[in-house]
């Protein structure tokens, strides 16, 4: 096992300096503590944590909180176990990215699930005495919440939600531009009627999102029609009743996209249903391309929101927060990539 010598050699410095570094003191120069880190990582070196926490005062714990909202579970059948039907898989995804970033630096990870109208003193991890910092997950925050947090003096990073304050660490994937190349993808593929399942009216990106569809038709002089438009929870079968919806209306688009690939596959699902088969009788886009849509069948092409990297940004930004609370807040924005499956056909 390597110890905090074996490192101070490897990046040449003295084994007080390696320490400087990881208690995350600003007295050493950034070139010098970056050879530190890269030293750490390349020996696997972990510290004895015990003796570090008794310096720093810190827990050595990251609590990961995805808010969802209430409504979500009102589509269910209350007969059957609610959580083995909630398959969003956004926490997920990001929990690779947020574990690479956390697990060399000694920190252990609570995850949680909590409903939008939970009080803060109710969510259990949220406790200053146990956690060193949070990550708030998804569109379903609001300013209030993160107002309230900072009153409770709990660093804390958001991970996929905005606002127009900037006072707050953020990063997040530009929604409006992964469902425009979503949309724009299937125009370049002939198609013109586009079914649009948005995400649920309760989340902060929604509207962003249409915005993202409404500018790609608009480029290709295609009319908007709001009655193609469906809401849905990040559920398949809300997906479902979504696309069931849209059917009974008489709606027959060549394409879809959805607000998530969770939502997409609620679409397939019902599609299937009917007879119709993808990318045969019709085109479906997901958004987030995440584990599901490489999964479904065929493949789902999907707008990739960069979730690993979204969580390793996010934990990177929180480790500054922690170590350094006066720190100018961190706004990032990181660009979707389309992600091609086998789920669109090309029409003439």
Sequence with gaps: MASIKDVAQLAGVSPSTVSLVINGSNLVKHETAYKVRQAIEQLNYVPNQAARSLVTKEKKVIALIQIVND??????????????????????????GVQSVLAPEGYSILTKIELVNTPLDKIDVLDKTKIDGAIFIGGMLSEELQARVKEMNI????????????????????????????????????????????????????????????????????????????????????????????????????????????????????????????????????????????SCVPPMTSVCTRKCEVGMEAARILINRIRNPKAKPVNMVLHPILIQGESVARIK
């Design 71 to 96: 409504s979500t579970f009102d589509v269910l059948d209350m007969d059957r176990n609610v959580f083995e039907k909630f398959t969003d898989t956004l926490m997920v995804d990001m929990l690779a």
């Design 155 to 294: 660093p804390a990073v958001y991970a996929y939600f905005s606002s127009e304050n900037k006072n707050y660490d953020y990063v997040e994937s530009d929604p409006e531009e992964g469902i425009y190349l979503a949309v724009k993808h299937l125009i370049e593929c002939g198609h013109r009627d586009i079914a649009f399942i948005n995400g649920s009216l309760f989340s902060k990106t929604n509207e962003r999102k249409l915005r993202g569809y409404q500018r790609a038709l608009r480029e290709a002089d295609i009319p908007f029609r709001e009655d193609w438009v469906q809401n849905s929870e990040y559920i398949g079968r809300a997906g479902y009743c979504a696309m069931r919806q849209l059917w009974e209306q008489g709606k027959r688009p060549t394409a879809l996209v959805g607000g998530s690939d969770v939502i997409a596959l609620g679409a397939y699902r019902f599609l299937y249903e009917q007879g119709l088969f993808c990318p045969r009788d019709i085109s479906i886009v997901g958004y987030e391309s995440g584990v599901l849509s490489a």
